[in-house]
């Protein structure tokens, strides 16, 4: 699975190491890059782990940090470590990041073949399982949310 992950990371994004490493690091005394912090995150997500401690598990594994290593190059760092660096980079910077990857995307024609009506592109996002209020949602959005296939009536 890390072996495919690598192959499109470098099909689709060649210079992903390069936009990670020239993020602007907020921690102090580091023991991991930025780019090992934050690869480790994508790595978490795209093999669809189902928690934090669930990669942290994983990582445990000493086949597995030996395929990491030599797959990515990088060290795989606990991922509390990864949640505390979160907490203080700029989110302003990953957003950067996000679009420059999604352009590179768009311009290498990936998603042409999707096209609709030769002009626009379908566009699917996964909110699932983002937000969680319990029972009742913030004032400010009760208008807006849905539990289920129901809107809440308050």
């Known amino acids: 699975m890390l072996w495919q992950i690598k192959k499109v990371l470098t099909c689709h994004f ?21 780019e090992e912090v934050v690869m480790a995150a994508i790595v978490l997500f795209l093999l669809k782990c189902d928690s934090r401690n669930d990669f942290n598990l994983k990582a445990k594994d000493e086949k597995f940090q030996r395929n990491y290593n030599r797959i990515f190059r990088l060290r795989s760092p606990h991922m509390d470590a990864v949640n505390e660096m979160f907490k203080q980079l700029e989110t302003q910077a990953l957003e950067e990041l996000r679009c420059r990857l999604i352009n590179s995307l768009i311009d290498k024609r990936v998603f042409h073949s999707l096209r609709f009506f030769d002009k626009l592109f379908y566009v699917a996002i996964d909110g699932t399982g983002t937000y969680n209020w319990g029972d009742s949602p913030p004032e400010d959005i009760q208008e807006h949310a849905i539990k289920g296939r129901e809107i809440y009536n308050l």
């Open 14 to 34: 060649p210079d992903l190491s390069i936009g990670l490493s020239n993020l602007k690091d907020p921690r102090t005394g580091i023991h991991y890059t930025i």
